[in-house]
């Protein structure tokens, strides 16, 4: 199967993709791991997307395009794929279309993750991360730790990532709006669209989108 995954920040978008893309058998693509191999390898695309970060600039359409591209082309995604990410906005999309069929294929669906956007702020700008270990990571509602501001695994100081402030996300949500939201209704238009109420536990969102899939 070939599926889009789209949904807001919050959304739980990483978590489900790695548990969908597991059941499936088929690789998660997402765009923050094609940033890194591209940088981390050197590559072209790698070494231009990395110009234009230090220089404090969006990074082109195209450059995030042919990355993505390259990593369609790799063998294990010959059975299919779901990107994570990407298409980011309506022209990403209209050129993965374009890629898709010059190889005689297509999307198979488009999940849309669908969150209310007071829940995405609780929890985002809940979280609180260890400064000691940036992977122990909690929560203020929904996993936190014994004691106020104190990492249960190792003691260290738990603290609130810029990027998690409420002002912040409700930004982070405005340009999803602006730019990522489109998509949801340029693909509506191919009846490629399965909206999941993303709330509850993440192996209860994982079997809603199964039984989307399976439609």
Same mark, same amino acid.
């Given at each position: ?6 949904? &807001? ?6 978590? $489900? =993709?790695? !548990? ?10 997402? #765009?923050?791991? +094609? ?5 981390? $390898?050197? #590559? ?5 997307? $990395? ?30 794929? +779901? ?9 990403? =999309? ?5 890629? +898709? ?14 969150? &209310? ?24 509602? !929904? ?16 603290? $609130?990532?810029?990027?998690? *402030? ?9 340009? !999803?709006?602006?730019?990522?939201? &489109?998509?949801?209704? !340029? ?18 969102? *994982? ?9």
């Amino acid at each position: 199967m070939r599926i889009v995954l789209v949904g &807001p920040p919050g959304a739980g978008k990483g978590t $489900q =993709a790695a !548990y969908l893309a597991k059941n499936l058998g088929i690789p998660h693509i997402s #765009t923050g791991d +094609l940033f890194r191999a591209n940088i981390s $390898q050197g #590559t072209p695309l790698g070494v231009e997307a $990395q110009s234009y970060m230090k220089a404090g600039q969006l990074v082109p359409d195209s450059v995030t395009i042919g990355m993505a591209e390259d990593r369609m082309r790799q063998a294990d995604a010959e059975g299919g794929f +779901l990107l994570d990410g990407f298409p980011r906005n309506v022209a990403q =999309a209209q050129a993965l279309d374009a890629f +898709l069929k010059a190889d005689g294929i297509e999307l198979d669906a488009v999940l849309d993750l669908e969150v &209310p956007e007071d829940e995405v702020v609780k929890r985002i700008a809940g979280r609180r991360i260890c400064r000691k270990d940036s992977s122990h990571v909690f929560h203020v509602t !929904y996993n936190a730790p014994k004691t106020e501001g104190v990492c249960d695994v190792c003691g260290g100081e738990l603290y $609130q990532r810029d990027d998690d *402030t409420e002002e912040t996300v409700r930004k982070r949500l405005a340009v !999803y709006h602006t730019e990522t939201e &489109p998509i949801i209704d !340029y693909y509506r238009e191919q009846n490629l669209v399965e909206t999941i109420l993303a709330l509850g536990k993440v192996d209860e969102v *994982t079997a809603k989108a199964m039984a989307a899939l399976k439609k």
